[in-house]
């Protein structure tokens, strides 16, 4: 199972078609068995091609094998997702080096591995969640993220992602955001 978040510099028509043709490549390669970095190399290497665009996207992808709920990741300079481990609460962030793809010809991202246990939750999300500003201007950052995701035991990933949205729509309190949002939450769920 392939995860990907992904967001795209810039904004309107250009940012929506190059994060439409940025997606379809990471599928196609996805498809075609490459590992997550060697994915985001071959799509750093096609927009590299494309020399005239301005726009960059940062990326986060990982491979779940299934069966024996391993999450092997890569990162290209995108927000790294939390692991809310169920045992302890604790959380942990997937860090992994790596850069926007588009800035450089040369990318190597590092690829990592997580063994999900059996309760465990990886939020992933872009930086309209962390970036978002409440009314005296202060942002939610990655801290207030965090508080949320570990101020209890949560019964579903439905559950947590419903509590994230809600958090930081409270935070903003109506104010105008400068950026959209994205939140994926995934759970192995719990032995019976």
């Known amino acids: 199972l ?3 978040i992904a967001d795209v510099t810039g904004k309107g028509v250009p940012a929506a078609l190059y994060m439409a043709v940025s997606r ?4 196609t390669f996805a498809l075609e068995g490459s590992s997550p ?3 985001l190399q071959r799509v750093n290497q096609f927009i590299r091609q494309d020399a005239t665009s301005p726009l960059f996207l940062s990326a986060f992808h990982a491979l779940l094998d299934t069966d024996i709920h391993c999450l092997t990741y890569a990162s290209a300079g995108h927000n790294p997702p939390i692991w809310l481990q169920h045992s302890t609460g604790d959380i942990e962030l997937l860090q992994s080096r790596g850069i926007v793809l588009g800035a450089f010809d040369q990318y190597v991202p590092e690829e990592h591995l997580c063994f999900l246990q059996p309760g465990d939750f990886i939020i992933f999300f872009t930086d309209g969640i962390t970036e978002a500003r409440n009314t005296a201007g202060a942002f939610m950052d990655d801290e207030g993220l965090e508080a949320i995701v570990a101020s209890r035991r949560w019964s579903s990933a439905e559950e947590l992602k419903s509590a994230i949205i809600a958090a930081v729509e ?3 309190a109506g104010t105008p955001q400068a950026d959209d949002y994205t939140v994926v939450v995934m759970r192995r769920l719990p032995l019976e």
Do not use: K, M, R
Not at 24 to 27: A, D, F
């Open 2 to 4: 392939h995860i990907v």
């Open 24 to 27: 379809t490549l990471l599928h």
């Open 37 to 39: 970095a060697q994915a």
């Open 170 to 172: 409270d935070f903003a």
